[in-house]
């Protein structure tokens, strides 16, 4: 019985994720596939490993929802959780309200900006590099099409929860900054002129 936790952690994303994935695959090749594993890892992207190699198999422990409130069950069911719950547990172990509030805003930013597109074309990259994960037939097909709502920009949600009356200067010529970097890049850069 081999227990692991959080392989990868305390390196870049893209270190961790490979170094859990080769872990995983060669749990998975020792001894034909009979090594029993407990793997926990907050890399989503290893969830597509069920069904392309034998004996994998996704868990998470439910999560319910009372009164705006989640609530974890320490109930273990099948499959991949479907998002990470780590600002949650962070106010759950006292974690100040200021700072769950700036993550829960830092991390809309930071979701709103990511692109489809970005996360469809690092799938079909992971697929692409990883040996022996190909798309199979037990992909599950894409979500039918939602009517698009109508989404507020990321600023205004940010400028709408500031805390304007404890804000200093300082603070203010930071978030500006921050702001303008997160979303007012230009496009292309100015010409240079040779002399």
Known sequence: LVIL???GRG?????????AWAVA??????????IRTLFAT???????????????HNMNIAIAEARGELLFTRRLVPGPADKSYGIEVARLAGV???V??????????????RSASVKQQTGAALQGL???????????????????AVVEHPLFTTLRDLDTDNLTPLKALALITEWKLLWFQAKESPPKHNP
């Open 5 to 7: 936790d959080e392989i």
């Open 11 to 19: 390196t870049s994303t893209f270190d961790g994720l490979a170094l």
């Open 25 to 34: 695959e060669e749990l998975v090749r020792r001894a034909d596939g009979s």
């Open 42 to 56: 907050h890399y989503h992207e290893l969830t597509i490993l069920e069904g392309r190699l034998a004996g994998i």
């Open 96 to 98: 100040p309200q200021s």
């Open 100 to 113: 769950v509030q700036r993550a829960k805003s830092i991390l809309h930013v930071l979701d709103s900006s």
């Open 130 to 148: 990883l040996p022996g994960i190909a798309a199979t037939p037990r992909d599950p097909p894409d979500p039918p099409p939602q009517p698009e």
